[in-house]
C-alpha cells in the first residue's frame, strides 16, 4: 500500500507529510469537575477532567507530603474504535498510558505549591484515529489549565512516523498500523524541554533525528492552538462578567 503518492507527495487522507491534521478543543465541558477539555486532533477526540488540589483521600498513597499526589486514569469508551471487544478494566495497555500521562504532566504541575493534597485526572477515548496518547497528553493540559493548577508550562504531544522513506507528522489510525517506527514526543514549549519520548521500532541515527524534529514541530504548533483557545477563554469570561 502506498502511503505516501509519489507522484503528488500527498498523504492517503490529503495530507502533506509535515502537516497536521486539524485541531479543535473547548474547555468547561464537565460541570461538576474543577477543571475539563475536549481536545480533537482529526477524527480522534477525547475528553479530560481534573479534580482538585483536594486532601488526599488515602494517605498511604503519598510519598512525599511536600509535593502534590498526581494520579492519572485513562480509559477508553467501547465505542471508540471498530472493534466490539469488551477490554477489562486496568488493563495493561490503559495502565501503561495512565501512567505515562501522569509522569509527562509531573512534569509540568508545580507540585510543591499545593502540599498534602492531590489532584485527579481522568481521561477518556471517545473516538480514535489514531495519536490517542498524544491527544489525551494535550485534553489533559486544557483541562488542568482550566482548573488553574500552576503549571510551568503547558506541555503538548505529537507523533511522527517514517513511512515509504518518508517521516510523516501526526499519523492517523491506518498509517498508524502500517507497522512502521514512529516517535511520540512531550515538550514544555516554552522552556524547549522534551518531557516524553516514545519510539516503537530503531531508527538510524539521521532519521530519528528528522523524525523527532518533526514531532516537536508539531508540539509546538499544539502548543500555539492551546494557548489561543485558553486566550479566547478567558476573553468570553471576562466579557460573560460584564
Known amino acids: 500500500m502506498e502511503y505516501v503518492d509519489p507522484l503528488t507527495g500527498f498523504r492517503m487522507d490529503g495530507r502533506r507529510p509535515n502537516e497536521m491534521r486539524q485541531l479543535k478543543g473547548e474547555v468547561g465541558v464537565v460541570a461538576r469537575a474543577d477543571g475539563s477539555a475536549l481536545f480533537e486532533m482529526g477524527n480522534t477526540r477525547v475528553i479530560a ?55 509527562t504532566m509531573e512534569a509540568s504541575i508545580l507540585t510543591h505549591l499545593m502540599p498534602r493534597s492531590q489532584i485527579d485526572i481522568f481521561v477518556q477515548v471517545l473516538q480514535a484515529d489514531g495519536g490517542t496518547r498524544s491527544a489525551c497528553i494535550n485534553a489533559a493540559t486544557l483541562a488542568l489549565a482550566d482548573a488553574g493548577i500552576p503549571m510551568r508550562d ?18 492517523n489510525y491506518v498509517e498508524d498500523s502500517a507497522g512502521g517506527p514512529d516517535v511520540t514526543v512531550g515538550i514544555l514549549a516554552k522552556m524547549d524541554k522534551v518531557t516524553l519520548l516514545q519510539m516503537d521500532a530503531k531508527l538510524p541515527m539521521d532519521t530519528f533525528e528528522n523524525v523527532m524534529g518533526l514531532a ?24 460573560q462578567r460584564g
Not at 61 to 73: G, I, M, P
Not at 158 to 166: M, P, Q, V
Open 154 to 171: 503547558i506541555v503538548t504531544s505529537c507523533s511522527a512516523g517514517y513511512l515509504c522513506s518518508t517521516p510523516l507528522l501526526d499519523l
Open 216 to 239: 516537536i514541530e508539531g508540539c509546538k504548533a499544539i502548543a500555539t492552538h492551546i494557548r489561543e483557545l485558553l486566550l479566547e477563554n478567558t476573553k468570553k469570561q471576562e466579557r
Open 49 to 103: 477532567a481534573v479534580y482538585g488540589p483536594r486532601e488526599v483521600q488515602h494517605k498511604g498513597q503519598q510519598v512525599n507530603n511536600k509535593e502534590a499526589l498526581v494520579r492519572c486514569e485513562y480509559r477508553m469508551a467501547e465505542f471508540s474504535t471498530g472493534d466490539r471487544r469488551r477490554k477489562p478494566k486496568g488493563d495493561r495497555r490503559s495502565t501503561e498510558i495512565s501512567l505515562v500521562i501522569r509522569q
